[in-house]
C-alpha cells in the first residue's frame, strides 16, 4: 500500500487539512496572488450544491437575486462611521484605470451595503416600496494577513442578502428568518451542529445594532463562524439617506439587515467530517453520490462486468468509473479522497452470485449485497451516512462543551489549543456582553463566539470577570 | 390611457432600448461607478436562465466549473505580446491593499487566459493530463469609453471557457463545438438567429491564432457579437510554458482554446424581440412564463375568482397576480413591460361560462378559450410564440442581409446607419482578410463581422479593395 498523501490528524491538524483540501480536489493555494486560491472541480461542485439550497430558500422566503457592482466609490466607506474603521485596513484600492490616475479611487467590495445604501434611496420613497428583499451572490476581497484555504482567503465567494424595512420588528423578524435558514442548511444538508446566538457588540459587524451568528465545533474543537445575520437598525439607512413615507405620512430611516454565508463553508464541512484517508463528504451535499468500480481481471471478463455495471448504475444513479489504464485499487483511493459517499464495487464473482458489494465512506464497511437489493439500500445507506455524520458531530460538540465558573479556569481550558494541536472546547461561563470581557478573552486569544439565543444551561449568573448579574451562560472558544 | 414610459424604437432606437432595459427591470445604470450597471430582479432571473442553458450544455461536453483569482499580477499580461497590447488600456489596476502600496499592482481580470495559464503549466506534464476542460462563471472589468447597459459595461458577469489539448486539431474542434452551443443557445432558446463565422485577423481575440464568432442582427439592423471561440494556438502555452510529454516521449506546447459569453446576451436578446410596450422574453428564456391576472370588481366577486384563479394557475404553472390596491389595468401593463409570454385573465363572466383569456405578448391577440383546454393551448401558444420569435427575427435578418461588388456600394448602404436611427444592414461582399480591408471598413464606422463558416451566396469572388481572388462574401455592417 502506497503510503499516504495525507498527514494524520492526531500529528497535525493544519497539515491535515492542507492535505485534505488539496489531494480532495478543493482547492489549491494561489500563492502569486496573495492569500488567494483557486477552487478546484469538486470545491466548486461542492459550492454550487451550497448555492442551490441557499438560493432555493432565499427565494421561497421572497428574496430576489440582483447584481450591484464589484467597485465602490472609496468616499461610500466613509459615510457610516464604524463601517469605515471596521473595514478601511483590508481594503483593496483601485487608483488607475483606463490608462489614467483616477480622480477618486475605488475599492473592490469588501461587503456591499454602502453601495446597497445608495441605490436603496434611490428606489424607495414609501412604505409600499417595503419590503425590499435582495440578495446578491458575489466575489468580496478582504486583504487578510493570516489566510487559509477556504477559512479566510484574501478572495471569497459569498452571497449577501440586504433588505429594508419599515420597523425594527420586521428587521428582526428578518434576521431571525435568515439566521433559521443558515441553521437549516448548516445542520440538515452539511450535517453540521451550529449554535445559534448574538454576538457581543465587541464582536458585531462594523456598522451593526446587533449581529447573529452560527458557530460550529471543527474536529480540533475550534469554532468556525459560519453565517452571520446583522440588525443594522437605521444607521446605513441614515448614512445613505433611505428614507421612507411611513403610513402615517411621516418621513422616516428605514430600517435594514444584511447576512452572508461564504465558501467558508466549505472548510467547515472539510474540517467537521474528514478524516485521516481524505474528504468526507455529507451525503445531501455531495455532488456525487455513488461511483461503481468494475473489476476484472481478464478480458473475457471487462465486457461481462462493464456491461452489468452500467445497467446497475443506471438504475441506482451512481456514477461508472470505466476509466482505462487505472487498477481498481487506485480507483479506490481517488474517490475515497474525493469524498464520495459510497463506493461500489463489482466484480465477476459478484455477477456469479448476482451481489454487489456497497462500501460507505464515513464507517469504510464493505456490505456485500443481492444486486436486487441496491434500488432500497443504495439511499437507505446514504440516509444512514447523513445522519451519521450530524450525530458524530453533535455528540463530539456535547462531549467537548464544558463549564467554567472563573476566568482562570477558562483560560487553562483554552491556553494551549492551537489550530494544529488541536484540544479545543467550547467553554459555557457567565460573562457580560461588555467589552472588557472581550479583551479579557483576547488575552489568551480566545474569544467570546456568541451569546446562545436558547439557554440550555442553567440559567442566570454572575459575570467571571465583573462580578454583576447575566442571563446565561455564553460560548467561549478558540476559533478560525 | 397614461402616456407609454417607453420611447418608440422609430423615435430614438437608443432610448428606446434604455427604456425597455429599464422599465422591463433589467438593469440600471449605476452613475456613481463610471460604465457599470445594477442587474435588477428582472435581468438577474434572465441571467440565471442563460447560465443554466449553458451550464448543463457545458457539463454534457465534459467541462468542470473551476474558481480562478479576481486579481492578476500586472507582470502575466505582459508574458504574451499581442494580449499585453490589446487589454492593457481597459485595465483597472490594484495599486493599494491592507493600507501599503502594493510592489507589484493587480490588476482586475479583463479576461483569465494569463492566470490559468500560469495554473495549466502547474497542471499538466503528460498526455495523460489532457484534455484539460474547465470553465469559470465570474465578473469583468474592462474600462470602456462609451458605454450600454449589457451590451458594453465597464464591469460585466461572463462564462470563460479554458481548455488545453495536446494537438491543434482538436483544439479546432473544440472550437467549434462551442460555437456550436453557442448558437444552439441564441437560437433555441432565445431565438435570436446568428451567423457563425471566423472573424478576420485584425478582429480576432489579442492572443489568438483564429477567433471565431456568433454574429446577431438586431431590430435596428447592427451587427451583435454575442459570443466568441478562440483557437489560441501555442501562443500562451509558449508565453506560460505549458509543456508536455507526448504519447511518443516527445516534449510539446500545449494548444490552447478559451470561449466567452457575457450578460450582452441579455441586450440582444431585448434589441431583438421587444416592442414599444417594452420587454419580449422568447419563452424558453422567460423565468415568468405566463401571470393570471384576476379581475373582479364588487367583494362578493373576489374570493370566488381568486378561488378559481388560484386552482387553474396551479394546474398550469402560472403566476396569480393577486397583489391588492392595484386594479387589472396596471396589473397588464406590469408584465406586459416585464416581457412575461402570456397573460391569463379570469372574471366572473369567465367563471359562469368556464372560460379564460390568454394573451401572447408577441402578438397582443387575446383569445377566450375553455379552461378545460388551458393545460394544452398554453404549451401551444408558448411554443408558438418561441418559433414566431426566431421565424420574425430570422426573416428581419434576411430582409436585411444584401449583396455589394464594390466599397462605393457598402459605403452608401451602411453611411447612415446609427444606432439611434437605425437602418442596419449585413452588407456581403467579397473581401480579402487583410488588416488593409478591415481598415478601409472603418473609414465609415463599419467592421467586417465575420467570414462565415458556410457560404449561403455565390461562392468566390475578386476582393472589392484589392481585387484579390477570395472564397467566398464575408458580413459586413455597423455593430455594437
Known amino acids: 500500500m502506497p503510503e499516504s498523501p495525507i498527514t494524520p490528524r492526531a500529528q497535525d491538524f493544519a497539515a491535515w487539512y492542507q492535505d485534505v483540501v488539496i489531494e480532495g480536489d478543493m482547492a489549491e493555494p494561489a500563492e502569486i496572488v496573495k492569500g488567494c486560491m483557486v477552487i478546484k472541480a469538486n470545491g466548486y461542485a461542492v459550492w454550487e450544491r451550497i448555492q442551490r439550497e441557499f438560493d432555493d430558500r432565499f427565494k421561497a422566503t421572497g428574496h430576489q437575486n440582483l447584481y450591484f457592482p464589484l467597485l465602490i466609490p472609496q468616499s461610500f466607506l466613509q459615510k457610516e462611521a464604524e463601517h469605515v474603521e ?40 414609501s412604505w409600499r416600496d417595503l419590503p ?39 428587521a428582526v423578524e428578518e434576521v431571525l428568518r435568515i439566521l433559521d435558514i443558515y441553521a437549516e442548511v448548516a445542520e440538515d444538508i452539511m450535517a453540521m451542529p451550529v449554535i445559534k446566538g448574538v454576538k457581543t457588540q465587541a464582536e458585531k459587524f462594523a456598522g451593526a445594532l446587533r449581529s447573529y451568528s452560527i458557530e460550529a465545533m471543527m474536529q480540533n474543537g475550534l469554532a468556525l463562524q459560519a453565517g452571520t445575520s446583522h440588525d443594522l437598525g437605521q444607521n446605513f439607512g441614515k448614512a445613505f439617506n433611505v428614507q421612507f413615507q411611513s403610513k402615517e405620512g411621516q418621513l422616516d430611516y428605514v430600517w435594514q439587515t444584511s447576512w452572508g454565508v461564504s465558501t467558508r463553508l466549505i472548510g467547515g464541512v472539510i474540517m467537521s467530517h474528514s478524516d485521516d484517508k481524505g474528504l ?37 444513479g451512481a456514477k461508472v468509473d470505466d476509466r482505462e489504464g487505472q487498477s481498481p485499487g487506485a480507483k479506490f483511493f481517488h474517490w475515497e479522497r474525493l469524498g464520495v459517499p459510497v463506493v461500489l464495487e463489482l466484480g465477476p464473482r459478484d455477477l456469479a452470485s448476482n451481489n454487489i458489494v456497497l462500501k460507505r465512506r464515513d464507517t469504510g464497511v464493505k456490505e456485500p449485497l443481492p444486486q436486487a437489493e441496491l434500488a432500497t439500500r443504495l439511499p437507505a445507506a446514504l440516509a444512514q451516512m447523513q445522519t451519521g455524520l450530524y450525530s458524530r458531530a453533535l455528540a463530539r460538540m456535547k462531549s467537548n462543551t464544558v463549564l467554567a465558573s472563573s476566568i482562570g479556569e477558562v483560560e487553562s481550558i483554552l491556553r494551549d489549543v492551537t489550530a494544529e494541536k488541536g484540544g479545543g472546547q467550547f467553554v459555557m461561563a457567565h460573562l457580560k456582553d461588555d467589552p472588557a470581557c472581550d479583551a479579557r478573552m483576547k488575552e489568551f486569544k480566545a474569544t467570546i463566539r456568541n451569546i446562545p439565543l436558547v ?15 447575566v442571563d446565561r451562560r455564553v460560548v467561549i472558544a478558540k476559533a478560525y
Open 280 to 316: 468526507v463528504l455529507p451525503p445531501k451535499l455531495a455532488p456525487t453520490k455513488a461511483v461503481l468500480v468494475p473489476i476484472y481481471r481478464k478480458d473475457d471478463e471487462r465486457g461481462r462486468v462493464l456491461e452489468a455495471a452500467h445497467r446497475i448504475a443506471k438504475d441506482v
Open 132 to 170: 425590499v428583499l435582495v440578495n446578491q451572490w458575489a466575489n468580496i476581497i478582504r486583504w487578510e494577513l493570516r489566510t487559509r484555504m477556504f477559512l479566510r482567503t484574501t478572495e471569497f465567494l459569498w452571497q449577501e442578502g440586504h433588505t429594508a424595512h419599515a420597523n425594527h420588528e420586521e
Open 455 to 469: 439557554d440550555h444551561f442553567d440559567g442566570p449568573g454572575k459575570c467571571i470577570v465583573t462580578g454583576e448579574p
Open 86 to 125: 471596521g473595514f478601511s485596513p483590508e481594503l483593496a484600492v483601485v487608483t488607475v484605470a483606463g490608462g489614467k490616475q483616477l480622480e477618486e479611487p475605488y475599492v473592490i467590495r469588501p461587503t456591499s451595503e454602502t453601495i446597497i445604501g445608495h441605490f436603496f434611496s434611490k428606489w424607495i420613497q
